[in-house]
């Protein structure tokens, strides 16, 4: 990235798309063309594009290429997921939890408006659900559990595994939101125990507007739109082929190098929150310890608006997890369902980076950040 713009630490809200990606795209933007749908070589090239977008996507899961659906990004994929179960199951319970993303709470809300019953369970001081309470939460009746993977705010893992355990014991399904673990830690399908998992191209370095959700071989599920028999039946209309070849792209990069950027980013997130405490006494971590995404560190900073801190530091693109409404601020939802005081909440500012984040640019991140903080608090 360019060194005279903004250091770029919003990795989790979307990433740069990778060089090898859009090369992966740019065929299917001029000359190959072709609806997949078409018999023709024009249309078996793109046919061929998205076949081969569909293993490296597997690949990268650890499931069968004909598991993948792809979609037009990880909201369509948890819609999908959640409305799909839910329109095919005689059962009317829904479990998730307190934490979601709107992508997943607000499906569950539109069920709970039409006569399903919604269970969300809590968290504790670290953003995480209890395995060992999920099974209380299951019964005979309960159509399907969705739990995000990773935390979008503040990077705490869920024991899906577990919850998963649980689920299937009272013979209910499960599906994650993974859109933000994928492409940062290992995700395979077996180990986690799911039915269903969704992704989004623009969270692993591809590109925005597409997707995909794994459904398990002998999974039943509705499709929100109907047309023609594209995607298995379950997502209709012609393919987004060059982003689907994108998605698969940044897949097969992901696969490549997985553990060694895992932990550079690793090592650079920790030495980010070494440097910050050092210059930020009474410096807070939102979010697990240990279980948590090897690149996002959500910080509260005392006594000031982690706003207010941003707005001192325009060399840094970041975020809060606050709400502003016509000139007030809401505390992230998902930090006060954790237990965390409004006032610690209003200062917690989400530092994510990724592929692009140098040591050095880290080190006037963190000078920046001290500075806007010592400016305002």
């Known amino acids: ?3 005279e713009a903004p250091i770029y630490l919003d990795h989790n ?5 990778l060089p090898e990606v859009v090369a992966a795209m740019m065929p299917y933007l001029g000359d190959h063309f072709g609806n997949p749908s078409s018999g023709h070589v024009y249309g078996r090239r793109a046919h061929n594009a998205i076949e081969r977008a569909r293993e490296q996507v597997a690949s990268l899961l650890g499931c069968q290429p004909d598991e993948i659906v792809f979609t ?7 819609n999908l997921a959640i409305r799909g179960v839910a329109e095919t199951s005689p059962r009317r319970h829904i479990v998730t ?3 979601e993303h709107p992508a997943t709470a607000q499906p569950c809300a539109y069920l709970e408006r039409h006569g399903f019953q919604v269970a969300r369970m809590p968290v504790d001081g670290n953003g995480q659900v209890q395995a060992d309470e999920a099974a209380s939460f299951v019964h005979g009746d309960t159509a399907l559990v969705t739990v995000m993977l990773a935390q979008n705010e503040t990077g705490t893992l869920m024991p899906i ?8 014991e009272q013979r209910a399904l499960m599906h994650t939101d993974a859109a933000q673990a994928v ?4 995700v395979r399908v077996d180990d986690l125990g799911v039915d269903l998992l969704s992704i989004a191209g623009h969270k692993l370095y591809g590109p925005k507007g597409v997707g995909a959700l794994y459904v398990r071989r002998g999974t039943t599920l509705a499709p929100l739109v109907l047309g023609a028999g594209h995607e298995r039946g379950l997502r209709p209309g012609t393919e987004n082929v060059a ?5 698969g792209a940044a897949c097969e990069r992901a696969r490549q190098d997985l553990e060694t950027e895992s932990a550079r980013e690793r090592a650079l997130r920790d030495e980010l929150f070494q440097q910050l405490s050092v210059g930020v006494p009474g410096l807070r971590l939102n979010g697990h310890p240990t279980e948590r995404l090897p690149n996002t560190l959500n910080v509260s900073f005392p006594g000031t608006r982690g706003s207010a801190v941003l707005a001192a530091a325009p060399e840094i693109a970041a975020s809060t997890g606050s709400a502003c409404h016509e000139g007030s601020e809401t505390p992230s939802a998902v930090l006060l369902a954790m237990g965390v005081e409004n006032a610690v909440a209003l200062g917690a500012v989400r530092l994510s980076i ?9 080190a006037q991140a963190i000078q920046a950040l001290v500075r806007a903080y010592r400016a305002v608090a």
């Open 183 to 186: 492409g940062k830690i290992p």
């Open 97 to 99: 939890s307190i934490v």
């Open 243 to 247: 982003s689907i070849a994108g998605l």
């Open 1 to 3: 990235m360019d060194n």
């Open 354 to 362: 990724g592929r692009s984040t140098t040591r050095d640019r880290l």
């Open 161 to 168: 595994r577990e919850i998963a355990r649980a689920a299937h």
């Open 72 to 78: 037009s990004g990880g909201t369509e994929a948890n």
């Open 13 to 17: 809200a979307t990433t740069p798309v």
